[in-house]
Structures are given as structure tokens and as C-alpha cells.
């Protein structure tokens, strides 16, 4: 054995906890190794003196209030264990309940439930007879009917003209000094603007100046007679004129480049038809002058022009009684003729049609010339919003009044669209309540 | 009546079983904690938080688990706690050794030596014993704890070595090292009392 061995072995032969076979080993070792044998007694004479102190009495003994202390508490343990078991017994207090149980065993639960109930079903019923109730949930028809114009048709004269109608005017108006206009693109009709200017009359003129309601972009879109009335006197207004000329050369800014595309697709096609409403469905979707524009031509294309075409409003337009049956059966380069012709004669607008009345008239329309344009927007913001019968009777007193406005047309095909639409609502009104009664006996 | 059979009279009821275990095992708790702690004040403490958390947790106690290790688990697990906290203070606790260790303490060394020359059984004074259990505080936790456990309460190094999660060999040689320190503190004391003897004599 090895003195290392012997180290490693010492706390065993100290606690004779080592084999009897190692422990002869150990020993054998020990006598005859002299620094194995002074490590082995000293490290015994260590752990004597050690036991002898550790097992003497110390100088105190554990405080007796210790004792005390712990059987007290060892006590009052017992009596705790006792009461609760014995609260078993007697009364034990409820677990608190959760939120859904004391919710259930509330009074008011089950008539909450069931007025919430009846307010679903009465919902659901309201909204199966009349779907309309539902917000973008329109019958196409009616929606096809009610789609609202873009700008009330009495100031339609207001739109810049197509070419078949601005060059008749062109002849008859005067040279007139060029306005000074900023943009170079309207340069090229600065030729037809002062000619265009002459058809319009100043006092018209006059009355759009100070009475402009519409936006910007919309000004220009109106403002050819304005600026032709206002010529040299309105430079700032002149490039809009001659942009709206300009248009009939062919070189014209992009709204009126619509209108003349409008025009010529109604040309092309004619009214009425299916052809023509497919190519004019866009152009129905499209808010401003298009349409507009078309209509003081007064030829029998530009109700067309303006009606809603696609497919299914086309058959709606056929039933609009005759006017729509007139302009189906018109060609469209008849019509265009008949523009042609008939262009010069017509007066464009609303004040010339004023002014085409009689003298008492003309007075009434130079006293209040904005009445009348205020009854014809009511009119068309009325059937805008679809209260078809305010709409319908706005529309009959127009007519009343000015039956041989340009616009005439197109408020009787607003009368007629109002009385089919207030028809075709109280149809489907019928219709669902049938199919709600079926439901109901199922 | 073991232990384990007063543990279970007291679960039923029985104060007096429970103070019959409070009998039993304070004095050796007593020691084991004084000479661990080395503080009176701190080892009373200590000794009735033992038997406290044994009422605490008496309703949890399990007839297969034996008492006196219960107890030495609860004890030791205590000592090691308050040693950690007041780890600090350790060196404030030697240079408090080292004080003590002054012309008192060489007399009694010098006593102890006159007195007989047999130190391990007659002549070992109380005070020398002192000196002892100032030697034994000043041990490793490590080492203090396995010696502590192994001379005052009586475990084997299997027990001890379960019970500080550690390999019995480890246990033995934490014990070694344990010894040689004692021995180390010993002997600077038994040649300092030899030289005081070699002085006084003529």
C-alpha cells in the first residue's frame, strides 16, 4: 500500500469502517512508514480532542422558553385541526361562484333573452320585405331608373356644344378681338372662340358669371357661353371658350373631347338601342357634362345619350312611353340633320328660351332668372334622392311653365322614370310580401 | 414508543407525544445548532423554527418518513440559510477567535498540559472545549456541516452523504480535510502552550 492509499483510507480506520483484508494493509503500512504512522496519530489525537469537546455539556443548556414556546404552538395547531374539522359539519361557507353561474341565476336573463329574440326576428323580417333597408342592397331596376344625374338638366345649356352646333354659331358671330389666354393648346381655336361667343347673349351671361355654384373643373366645362359673352371684356374666361370650340376642330381639351366622343357614339348607333346603351353605359357612370351636353342639341339622340343604355336600361328606356319610343326610331344620322338644322334655331339655353317667350315673360325670367334655376336643380336633387314623387311633381311644373324649354324632354323622361320607378317599388313591395306570406304558411 | 409513533399520536391529538419528541431531540438539536452557528442567541432562534415548521407541517408528515432525519433536514437546512446571510460576518468572527485566543488561552492550553499529559480524556478543560468549538465554527460550511453531522448527530457518512447530495468518498474526504484543519488548530495551540511550559519552567 502506498502512502496515498493510506491518506485516502484514514477517515475509514479512524470510524473502523474499513475491510479487515485493507485494514491489516493499512497497518502494515503505517509501521513501517514514519510519516504514514505521525499523520495516522495525529490525525487520531485530533478527532479525540474534538469528541471530548463536542461531548461535553455545553456551557447552556436550551432555553426552556423554547419548549414552551413550541408546545404552545403545537397546541393551538391541535385546536386550529379541530375547529375545521368541525366546520364541516355546521357550516361551511359557499365557494364564491363564477361569473356565468351568478349571470344564470339572474331574474332578468331570460326576458333579456327573449326581447333580444323577438327585436332578431322582427329584424330579420323587416329586412326579408325590404331588402332596400340594407344599405347598397338597390333592385338593379331601380337603381338602373334613379341614377342620379350629375347636373341638373336645366343648365345643360351651360355645356360646351359639339361641333355640329358650334359651327352654325360660328357663322354668325362677329370677329371679336382675341382674348389673351395663357395656355398654347387652346391657340389653335382661337378662331372659333369669338364666333361661338356671338350665339350667347350677355344678359345669360351675365347671370352664370355671378351665379356659379359648380367646382372648378366643372366651371370649365360650362363656361363656353360665359367666356364667349364675357370676350374681350374676360380675358381669364376666353381659354375656356375657345377649348370648348375647339373641341368641333377636333383638337379639344379631354372633357370635351368626351362629349364629342358621346356625341359621335349616338351618331354612329342611335338611340335607344342595345349598341348604343352598352357604349353609353360608361359614359352613365361618368358624373358630368357628357350627358349634359347632349342635351341642347334637343335633337331626339341626346335623351338617348342621356338615358341609362346598358342592356337592361335600354328595356327600361323602351318603356319610358314616346319619347324613348321616338328616339329609337330615329336615325342617327337623321338626328344628326336634323342638328345640324335645327341647332341655329334653337335657342341654347335656358334665358334664351326665356327670352324666346313672350315680353312678360322675358320680364319675369330678368326679374327672377335664378328662381327657376333653383326649381330646376330642387327638381333634379329631388329625383337624385330618389323621392320620386316630389321629384315627379317638381318635374310636371317645370313643364308647366316652360314647356318649350330644351330641357322639356328630359324632365318628361324624369316624369315618366319617376312614375315607373314609384310603380316597379310598390310591384316589388307586393311581390316580397307574397314571398314573405309563402314563407310564413311553410 | 419511537419516534415515528409520537409523530403519529400527535397527529391525532396527542400533545404530550409531541412534547415527548421535543424532549428527545432538542438537546442534540441544541448542540448541533450552537456549535453550527456559534451564536446563543442565534441557535435558540434557530432551535424553535426546527420545531415550529414540524407543527406546520405535521398534517403532511408521512408515518414511512423517519423523525430525527426530518428534524436534522429542517435544522441543517436552517443553519445553512443563516450561514449564507451572515457570510459577511465571518471575518468580524475570526478575528473575534483570534482575540479570544490570547494570554487565557494559552494559560489554559499550559493548564491543560500540567495538568495531565493524557489531553484527549482527563484534562480537557471547558474552556479548552470552547476553544474547540471555535475551531469547528471556523470550518468550511462544507467541511463544518459533514463534521458536525457526523460527530454530534450521530449520522453515518451514508446518511450524511443523502443528505448533502453528495458520494459518500466526497463526504469522507470533506471529513479529512475537516480533521487537518482541527489538527492544524490544535497543534498551533499545543506548541504555543509548549513553548509558554518550556518558558515558565526553570
Redesign the interface.
Known amino acids: 500500500m502506498k502512502c496515498s492509499e493510506v ?1 485516502s483510507l ?3 480506520f ?2 473502523d ?1 474499513i475491510p479487515a483484508v485493507e485494514r491489516r494493509e493499512f497497518l502494515a503500512h503505517v509501521e513501517g512508514c514514519a510519516s504514514c504512522s505521525a499523520e495516522v496519530k ?2 487520531s ?10 461531548r ?1 455539556p ?6 426552556a422558553r ?2 414552551e ?3 404552545e ?3 393551538a ?2 385546536a386550529a ?2 375547529s375545521e374539522s368541525a366546520k364541516p359539519r355546521t357550516a361551511r361557507a359557499p365557494e364564491p361562484e363564477g361569473f356565468f353561474a351568478r349571470l344564470w341565476k339572474t331574474p332578468w336573463l331570460v326576458p333579456a333573452l327573449g326581447a333580444a329574440g323577438v327585436a332578431t326576428v322582427v329584424l330579420l323580417v323587416r329586412v326579408i320585405k325590404n331588402p332596400q333597408v340594407i344599405p347598397d342592397q338597390k333592385p338593379a331596376l331601380t337603381e338602373a331608373l334613379t341614377q342620379p344625374p350629375a347636373e341638373p338638366l336645366g343648365l345643360h345649356q351651360a355645356q360646351p356644344r359639339p361641333e355640329t352646333e358650334s359651327k352654325p354659331l360660328a357663322k354668325l358671330a362677329p370677329k371679336q378681338t382675341q382674348p389673351k389666354e395663357p395656355a398654347a393648346e387652346f391657340d389653335h381655336n382661337r378662331d372659333a372662340e369669338p364666333k361661338h361667343a356671338a350665339s350667347a347673349g350677355k344678359l345669360h351671361l351675365a347671370t352664370r358669371a355671378r351665379d356659379n355654384p359648380l367646382p372648378s373643373d366643372r366651371k370649365l366645362a360650362r363656361s363656353s357661353d360665359e367666356r364667349s359673352g364675357v370676350g374681350g371684356e374676360a380675358p381669364v374666361l376666353a381659354p375656356l371658350g375657345q377649348a370648348t370650340v375647339g373641341k368641333g376642330g377636333g383638337a379639344a381639351s379631354p372633357p370635351y373631347r368626351k362629349d364629342e366622343e358621346r356625341l359621335g357614339a349616338v351618331a354612329k348607333v342611335g338611340p335607344g338601342t342595345v349598341a348604343a346603351g352598352a357604349d353609353s353605359t360608361n359614359r352613365w357612370a361618368e358624373p358630368p357634362p357628357p350627358r349634359a351636353a347632349a342635351a341642347p342639341v334637343g335633337s331626339a339622340a341626346a335623351p338617348a345619350a342621356a338615358q341609362p343604355p346598358p342592356a337592361k336600361k335600354a328595356k327600361v328606356v323602351a318603356n319610358l312611353g314616346e319619347i324613348q319610343q321616338s328616339a329609337a326610331d330615329e336615325g342617327i344620322s337623321r338626328s344628326a340633320e336634323r342638328e345640324k338644322a335645327q341647332a341655329p334655331m334653337r335657342p341654347p339655353t335656358v334665358e334664351h328660351a326665356a327670352q324666346a317667350e313672350t315680353p312678360a315673360d322675358k320680364k319675369a325670367a330678368n326679374k327672377e332668372p335664378l328662381s327657376f334655376e333653383e326649381r330646376v336643380r330642387k327638381a333634379e336633387k329631388l329625383f337624385a334622392e330618389k323621392k320620386w314623387a316630389e321629384a315627379e311633381a317638381a318635374f310636371r311644373a317645370l313643364l308647366a311653365q316652360a314647356p318649350s324649354n330644351p330641357a322639356a324632354k328630359t324632365w318628361r323622361e324624369r316624369v315618366a322614370a319617376a312614375e315607373l320607378a314609384q310603380e316597379q317599388a310598390r310591384a316589388a313591395k307586393a311581390s316580397k310580401a307574397h314571398t314573405v306570406d309563402a314563407l310564413d304558411g311553410l | 414508543m419511537n419516534d415515528e409513533a409520537l409523530m403519529a399520536a400527535y397527529k391525532k391529538g396527542d400533545l404530550a407525544a409531541f412534547a415527548e419528541l421535543v424532549d428527545r431531540h432538542e438537546k442534540r438539536l441544541w448542540n448541533f445548532l450552537r456549535r453550527f452557528v456559534r451564536d446563543e442567541a442565534t441557535a435558540e432562534d434557530l432551535l424553535q423554527e426546527v420545531f415550529l415548521r414540524v407543527v406546520k407541517s405535521a398534517a403532511d408528515w408521512q408515518p414511512s418518513a423517519k423523525v430525527s432525519t426530518w428534524l436534522f433536514t429542517i435544522a441543517r437546512n436552517l443553519c445553512t440559510d443563516q450561514a449564507r446571510r451572515a457570510e459577511f460576518r465571518r471575518a468580524e468572527s475570526l478575528d473575534q477567535v483570534k482575540a479570544g485566543e490570547g494570554d487565557s488561552g494559552l494559560r489554559r492550553i499550559d493548564q491543560v498540559a500540567a495538568a495531565s499529559g493524557d489531553a484527549e480524556t482527563e484534562v480537557m478543560g471547558r474552556e479548552i472545549a470552547s476553544l474547540i468549538d471555535r475551531a469547528v465554527g471556523e470550518l468550511p460550511l462544507e467541511q463544518r456541516e459533514v463534521f458536525l453531522m457526523r460527530e454530534v448527530m450521530d449520522m453515518s457518512f451514508a446518511e450524511i452523504a443523502a443528505q448533502v447530495g453528495a458520494s459518500e468518498p466526497t463526504v469522507k474526504s470533506r471529513m479529512r480535510y475537516a480533521l487537518q484543519r482541527l489538527r492544524s488548530k490544535l497543534g498551533e495551540l499545543h506548541e504555543t502552550a509548549g513553548a509558554a511550559a518550556a518558558e515558565g519552567t526553570p
Do not use: F, I, N
Open positions: 491518506s484514514l477517515v475509514d479512524l470510524y469502517e495525529a490525525m489525537s485530533t478527532l479525540g480532542h474534538a469528541r471530548a469537546a463536542l461535553r455545553l456551557a447552556q443548556d436550551p432555553p423554547v419548549r414556546r413550541v408546545l404552538a403545537a397546541q395547531a391541535l385541526k379541530a
